[in-house]
């Protein structure tokens, strides 16, 4: 099955909300060995480039006085993601700024690590924060009780909705997308090549999945978790969106475009100033089915 078809699967089971379903522990989870088969990092455009691995996406921005890295993946994630920072000809140790989409062990389990090795530091928002720092999501958490811990990390910067953090000449726009998790932040930033500039928009998971028992139509813990996702798809359809990146890139399609890129597509093959949109329009419509699922219990 080629990487095309392996995305369009796993689109399909994620607009039914159970693709990106949470294991008891990354050492025994199957689809966590899917996500962690190494992928050869790429560019994306301009100063963006693709390292995570194949099934959790990192980025990389780079310049000359130093890199901005978001999401760490996996724990066991982290050496592969050194080790692709290094196969396009940087060094790990110019890391100077780590930023997190969402806590959840997938995509923050490698941060700590990858703290360690550049001597980085690390934003993310409010609630995010301590989430990093304990190692532990909290009950307003939608998939609470039912995700491992993470490794702890260090001192770590607060961001503002619509704050946008500077590392030498690299400026990164955080937008608050919660829902998700209590403390989902999208990210917008500038890339250039050739003498064009894009925005690229790294879109936080705006998928409504929760541990057993969690009801977002009623939840206690998460009381304003249907206001949130609201907020956060009104936030991210508005957004000037020139190349879409997620978390899980087969949700943004990133392996059919990244095919059509290397059979002479060229950068053009990742541009798509609808691609928001459609993936605002297709969360909307998994949430409404959770919700409608849960007005029949």
């Avoid at 050869?40 to 980025?59: D, E, K």
């Avoid at 310049?63 to 999401?71: T, V, Y």
């Avoid at 998460?222 to 996702?229: A, C, N, S």
Wanted: net charge negative; with cysteine.
């Amino acid at each position: 099955m080629s990487a095309a078809s392996r995305g369009a699967q796993v689109v399909a089971l994620w607009v039914l909300g159970v693709a990106v379903a949470h294991c008891d522990s990354p050492s025994s989870c199957q689809q966590c060995e899917e996500w962690n088969i190494s992928q050869q990092p790429f560019r994306v455009y301009g100063n963006t480039y693709y390292v995570g691995v194949h099934g959790l996406a990192s980025i990389l921005i780079t310049s000359e006085r130093g890199h901005i890295l978001i999401d760490g993946d996996l724990e066991e994630s982290a050496p592969k993601i050194a080790a692709s920072i290094r196969a396009l000809g940087f060094r790990v140790e110019d890391i100077k700024l780590i930023l997190n989409s969402h806590i959840h062990y997938d995509h923050a389990g490698g941060i700590a690590e990858l703290q360690r090795m550049s001597g980085a530091a690390v934003a993310a928002s409010a609630a995010s924060a301590p989430v990093l720092e304990s190692g532990q999501t909290g009950p307003d958490d939608p998939q609470h009780g039912s995700l491992p811990g993470i490794p702890t990390v260090s001192s770590v910067r607060i961001v503002k909705d619509g704050e946008t953090v500077h590392m030498g000449p690299l400026a990164l726009k955080a937008h608050l997308t919660p829902g998700h998790t209590p403390g989902g932040t999208s990210w917008t930033w500038k890339s250039c090549e050739n003498g064009r500039c894009l925005q690229m928009v790294y879109a936080d998971s705006l998928s409504a999945i929760s541990a057993p028992g969690f009801l977002f139509t009623r939840s206690s813990t998460y009381p304003g978790v249907l206001k949130d996702f609201e907020r956060s798809f009104n936030t991210l359809s508005k957004l000037r969106c020139d190349v879409l990146l997620t978390p899980h890139p087969e949700v943004s399609d990133l392996w059919s475009r990244f095919e059509r890129n290397e059979h002479g597509g060229g950068a053009a093959a990742f541009i798509d100033s609808s691609a928001c949109r459609r993936y605002v329009t297709r969360a909307r419509e998994q949430l409404a089915k959770r919700v409608a699922s849960e007005s029949g219990q």
